[in-house]
């Protein structure tokens, strides 16, 4: 057995890996970054990115089926499956080809090759024959789509998301289990690009919508849209000649049966660390079986142990894996020293049509705290209605006693850029006053954020007269 001692062992290739790498390497030269996999990251390869390629034919197509609204007319729109995949899978290809560049340029002496395991806390076997002993060590490890077992009879027909962008051609049909942030985007996607969807949601969760408001309204949009049925949960799948049937059971206890030529499982995603010996390194786990960790270092219980990425099972999202790793990196790095690295306000964005975004904190995590809220239509909002956008509501949330801006939930037009300004604000910690005091111009979507603001404002007036009156009333 060929063994090898390092600094730092870097587990998993992916976004949080190489961030971890790049800080690390400025630390050390003793490092050892493990790969079980392909290079490129799961965002370039199968995630954001080929999503959003898809997303951005449906949406052409979409267009062009609507343009009659304005007048104009469009004789005939067809979706030619495999020009639409072949253009998602070579400007994929280019985006992966970019991150893989960027690998390929690592000290070759560092990279290692295979699936690590603990051996103990500091020792980790790879399955190509390696030990590695490591003084600390960063798992970045990455997740992948959770498959429920009733699914499984799907046999060959059950597909994940990887599986859409390597079709030839798109299938007649399909039915997407899940309504979360995954099944919505490829399954609305599809839809518009002329592929009978039915989606299957086990719950009335959409998009992960918290805010019961905004959700009845986003699954009555997408209802009218495609087929979705919410309150279904599979009971079997049966892989047959001509496709699939699947089996489900509605909110009413009624037993359904659909045909169809494939299953996509958007039914969440688990953390890669099942399968990596945590035992072995005596980690402290949290109920669902995870390392637990602090955020602000990405420190486990095991001190010279750090977790980053979707490995750690709370943002899984691009730009928190790429910061979390950098912190792991560079903690690791100046070991046993730790400092509490930087952490963004909370931003989240679903690229459905409308979009959905969520910003700092939303409803559920102020339960405890005072607050009010402002609230805006897109119905009638002058921008969207232009457009023929106007769909949707925002939800902006603000402390009662001191106006500050805490967060805020959209589903309407261009929320992946109106997210952006909310989540800046939250940032910086502005108050409402603060918001309505900068520009707006006329006439863009931003003034129907300044009308959510500006009954925000209307909410704090009236908690701060209510609660002056019942000081006074206290003092009489
Ligand atoms: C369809 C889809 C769409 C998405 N869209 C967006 C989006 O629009 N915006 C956004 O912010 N996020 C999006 N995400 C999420 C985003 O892709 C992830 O949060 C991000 O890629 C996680 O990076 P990571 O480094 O943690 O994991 P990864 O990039 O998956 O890297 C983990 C690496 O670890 C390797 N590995 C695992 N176990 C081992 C082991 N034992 N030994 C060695 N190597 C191992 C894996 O092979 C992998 O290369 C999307 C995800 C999906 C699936």
């Keep these: 057995m060929l063994k090898r001692k390092v600094d730092i062992a870097i587990i998993g290739t992916g976004t949080a890996g190489m961030g971890a790498y790049r800080e690390a390497r400025k630390h050390t030269d003793s490092i050892a970054l493990i790969e079980a996999g392909h290079y490129g990251t799961t965002c370039a390869r199968v995630g954001c990115m080929p999503s959003k390629l898809l997303i951005a034919a449906a949406d ?33 290809d280019r985006f992966v080809g970019f991150v893989v560049d960027d690998v390929e340029a690592f000290d070759s002496r560092h990279k290692v090759r295979g699936y690590a395991r603990f051996l103990d806390a500091h020792r980790i076997l790879v399955d190509n024959g390696l030990e590695i002993t490591a003084d600390r060590i960063v798992i970045a490890t990455g997740s992948r789509p959770f498959l429920p077992k009733a699914l499984e009879g799907a046999g060959s027909r059950l597909v994940i998301n990887d599986d859409i962008f390597e079709f030839e051609t798109l299938p007649a049909s399909i039915l997407v289990v899940g309504a979360g942030v995954i099944g919505l985007e490829l399954g609305q996607a599809l839809s518009r690009l002329g592929v009978n969807v039915t989606m299957l949601a086990r719950k009335d969760s959409v998009g992960g919508i918290v805010d019961a408001e905004i959700r009845a309204m986003a699954a009555t949009a997408f209802k009218s849209e495609f087929d979705l049925r919410l309150h279904s949960e599979i009971v079997s799948t049966k892989e047959v000649e001509s496709g699939v049937e699947v089996t ?19 039914t969440g995603r688990i953390p890669n660390t099942d399968r990596l010996g945590l035992e072995h390194a005596s980690l402290v786990a949290d109920s ?36 979390e790793g950098r912190i792991a990196g560079r903690n690791a790095g100046i070991y046993p020293a730790v400092e509490a690295g930087h952490r963004r306000a909370g931003l989240g964005v679903v690229f459905s ?5 969520s910003i700092g904190k939303r409803a559920h995590e102020l339960s405890s705290q005072t607050y ?3 609230k805006v239509s897109f119905h009638n909002q002058g921008r969207s209605r232009v457009m023929a ?29 109106i997210g952006h300004l909310l989540a800046w604000a939250v940032q910086q910690a502005l108050t409402v006053e603060n918001i309505l005091a900068m520009p707006f111009y006329h006439p863009v979507i931003e ?12 909410q704090l007036k009236l908690a701060n007269a209510k609660g002056s009156r019942d000081a006074t009333a206290a003092i009489v």
């Design 60 to 92: 052409a197509a979409h267009t062009a089926k609507h343009a009659e609204l304005f007048g104009i007319q469009v004789p005939s729109v067809q979706a030619d499956g495999s020009a639409v995949l072949e253009r998602v899978r070579k400007e994929r």
């Design 353 to 357: 049509d409308p979009q959905i975004a």
């Design 389 to 417: 956008k106007n769909q949707g509501m925002l939800k902006v949330y603000a402390d009662s006693k001191t106006g500050i801006f805490l967060g805020a939930e959209m589903f309407g037009p261009a929320a992946e850029h």
């Design 447 to 458: 003034e129907g954020v300044r009308t959510a603001f500006r009954d925000a404002a209307d």
């Design 372 to 374: 009010v809220t402002g």
């Design 248 to 266: 489900y059971r509605n909110g009413d206890g009624e037993i359904h049966t659909i045909s169809t030529d494939y299953v996509l499982a958007a």
């Design 288 to 323: 669902r079986g995870a390392p637990t960790f602090d955020r602000k270092t990405m420190q486990t219980s095991q001190p010279h142990i750090f977790i980053a990425g979707d490995a750690n099972n709370e943002l899984p999202l691009l730009h928190e894996a790429s910061d």
